[in-house]
């Protein structure tokens, strides 16, 4: 089924989310990786590559991914979650959406505040900021800080659905996954 039913995400929201969800490890290993090579050589310029194409990737997928969750459903969780538990849910959710498009932007700045061509899949975006040096050294802070946040929240959403799966015997991860054995 490709929409969403009452208990289960269809496959377009499930390819939406594990898409992001690969792409959004991929920038954090690729940057988190970098640093194993010295500056200057090819192997960590493949890394810094790496990180820019996976974060445009996250970018790229964000607006149709949020578009088809705000015209569909999501599926109810059984059994259902206090309501506390489900705020705290709903703004884990809106703050990783938040971040996939703040650190895309906040790289493409930095990246044409320094004079770089942000370069998707060989094809060269368009200049979309206009920011000094200085400024792009301020925002690289401010990614870097954000950056740090995603990772943690990444960590604290996996490890949710786990808790959930496991302890709780809810269905919030198998309403994403399908059964598992």
């Known amino acids: 089924m490709l929409k969403n ?11 939406f989310h594990w898409l992001s969800a ?23 310029d493949f890394m810094k590559s790496g990180h820019f194409q996976a974060g445009l990737i996250v970018l790229l997928l964000l607006l149709p ?14 059994p259902a979650p206090h309501r506390h538990a489900m705020l705290l849910a709903h703004a884990a959710h809106w703050a990783l ?15 044409q505040g320094n004079g770089k061509d942000v370069v998707l899949l060989g094809m060269t ?24 946040v995603m990772l943690w929240l990444v960590i604290l959403h996996a490890g949710a659905a786990i808790w959930h799966h496991r302890f709780v015997k809810d269905d919030t991860l198998t309403r994403l996954t399908g059964p598992l054995r």
């Open 5 to 15: 039913s009452q208990h289960s995400y269809g496959r377009l929201a499930r390819a």
């Open 97 to 111: 959406y938040a971040l996939m498009a703040a650190l895309p932007l906040l790289g493409i700045a930095i990246l």
């Open 65 to 78: 991914r949020l578009l088809w969750r705000l015209g569909n459903r999501v599926p109810d969780i059984s």
């Open 22 to 44: 690969l792409a959004v490890i991929a920038a954090l290993a690729f940057i988190e990786f970098k640093g194993i090579a010295p500056k200057g050589t090819p192997l960590r």
């Open 125 to 148: 975006l368009p200049v979309i900021f206009h920011i000094d040096p200085a400024s792009a050294r301020d925002l690289k802070e401010l990614h870097e800080t954000l950056g740090n």
